[in-house]
């Protein structure tokens, strides 16, 4: 990739002030989610994949909600208030105690571009590690309006000119500033604090770190990215729109990596979805985040998964829920309508059709049968089911929990347990049959004479 220096430090500054007040939303723009993530939490991820090792956060006044955002996914972070919107160059220097810790590199993200790499962070941090002072990540602009415009000349990236301060030669240019930036850190500071205010707007530019670090002596450079990956986030059209471009690039990594996607688009993947070689997953699938499939596992059409780890060659679905603390081991099978939670399947086990298994363990080889339900709840607490290993448990059964089904023991069907079975034992609870020779006839024949009675 680029030549990163080991052992030089990283400090990544992320903004996240903005309103968003176009996502007419009561939540802020940048704790909205793609992929089962905030905005920020993925940039947060992205730089410290790039090898930021101190963060800081900067948002907006009264935003405890970001800032408790920011706490939850990188507690080491430090969260900085930028007190009146002053502009993007203004925002960095809320992180100004960072800056003057003199850190290797400085990187500035926006919390609302949630579809950047950690290697074209990366990327920024190599052109640092390359000399230059100053490095700018631009893209091609379908439509530049509103961006500011890279000027450069012989390759060099002279200045940044914002829309609004553009002459019309200047708006001709496509070539658009993404917004991200990466500063030598042994200059930031300096840099940062001799950006002025004399512009259309009167704030503070981030882009003129590049004119004022040439005026420095210092080399700017330009790195492009494609247009999708630094789109941003403004509305709601917008978060559907990054969310699909995430949702492609995912599916595209997780074949890359040996998994088999039926109908890629139908599928739709969480931030941290985790899929082994070989796994077949048909259509209409969908991830919520904490999941994890190993090798050769099959998941059928119109399966939701959310938390849950399917193990080895285990077959999920089709329609099945699979939802969080559901750990399902090697080779088990878990079939349509089944829904589990928080249960520990042992390898083997079989649940094949329209069950609910939650707080509960199933030991290895048990067979679930159709309609069998843990009545883990009883309106206030929640109780644990124990299946043995090798157990049997028969059609229509309601587990009434706290209780424990021992190993190979068999449990008649339509079955309401609600008492230890011992290993190896036969419960049945339920209605004793009874048969009437004749009856039906007899009942038909009465009510046969009845009606013609009438
Ligand atoms: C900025 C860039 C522009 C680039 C565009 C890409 C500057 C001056 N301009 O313009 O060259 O093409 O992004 O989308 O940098 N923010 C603060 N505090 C402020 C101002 C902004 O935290 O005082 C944050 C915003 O919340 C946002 C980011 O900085 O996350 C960019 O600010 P925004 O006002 O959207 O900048 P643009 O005018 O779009
Ligand atoms: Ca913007």
């Known amino acids: 990739m680029t030549e990163m220096q080991p052992g030089r430090t990283c400090l990544a500054i992320i903004l996240a002030a903005g309103e968003g007040t176009r996502m ?6 940048v704790l909205h989610e793609m992929a089962g993530r905030s905005l920020l939490g993925h940039a947060l991820a992205a730089v410290s994949a790039a090898g930021a090792d101190s963060l800081v956060v900067v948002i907006g006044p009264d935003r405890a909600d970001v800032a408790a955002e920011a706490r939850r996914l990188a507690p080491q972070a430090r969260i900085v208030v930028q007190a009146e919107r002053k502009g993007t160059a203004h925002a960095v220097l809320a992180a100004r105690e960072s800056l003057a810790e003199g850190h290797g590199d400085v990187l500035v993200a926006f919390a609302d571009t949630p579809l950047v790499r950690s290697e074209t962070f990366a990327g920024l941090r190599g052109a640092l590690h390359r000399g230059a002072g100053v490095a700018a990540l631009g893209f091609e602009a379908r439509d530049p309006t509103g961006y500011g415009r890279f000027v450069t ?17 200047t708006r001709a240019i496509t070539l658009c500033n993404a917004g991200l930036m990466a500063l030598d850190g042994k200059h930031a500071l300096t840099i940062l604090e001799a950006i002025g205010n004399t512009n259309a707007q009167n704030e503070y530019y981030l882009t003129d770190a590049v004119e004022v670090g040439r005026r420095q002596g210092l080399t700017t450079v330009a790195l492009i990215a494609p247009e999708a990956e630094v789109q941003g986030v403004n509305d709601r059209a917008q978060l559907a729109a990054a969310e699909a471009d995430f949702q492609k690039r995912r599916r595209l990594e997780a074949m890359a990596a040996g998994a088999t996607l039926v109908a890629p688009e139908t599928v739709f993947f969480s931030h941290d979805t985790r899929i082994g070689r070989d796994v077949l997953i048909e259509p209409n699938v969908v991830f919520g985040p904490g999941v994890s499939v190993a090798d050769g596992a099959v998941i059928h ?10 193990g080895a060659n285990a077959t999920i679905g089709p329609y099945a829920r699979l939802r969080p603390g559901a750990d399902l081991a090697e080779g ?5 309508f089944v829904e589990i939670k928080a249960a520990k399947i042992g390898e083997g086990v079989k649940v094949n059709h329209l069950t609910y298994i939650g707080d509960a363990e199933v030991g290895a080889n048990a067979n679930i049968g159709a309609g069998t339900i843990t009545c883990n709840y009883d309106g206030f607490f929640k109780s644990k089911t124990i299946i043995g290993e090798g157990a049997f448990i028969g059609s229509n059964s309601a587990l009434v929990a706290p209780v424990t089904i021992g190993a190979g023991a068999y449990v008649g069907s339509g079955s309401v347990i609600t008492r230890d079975v011992p290993p190896d034992a036969l419960a049945v609870a339920r209605g004793r049959q009874i048969e009437r020779q004749g009856w039906a006839a007899a009942f038909r024949a009465a009510a046969r004479a009845r009606k013609a009675a009438v």
């Open 153 to 169: 000349r012989d390759g060099q990236l002279e200045a940044i000119v914002e829309h609004k301060d553009a002459d019309a030669a």
């Open 301 to 310: 059409a119109f399966s939701h998964l959310e938390g849950a780890c399917v």
């Open 24 to 29: 007419k939303s009561t939540r802020p723009k």
């Open 332 to 336: 088990t099978k878990v079939g349509n």
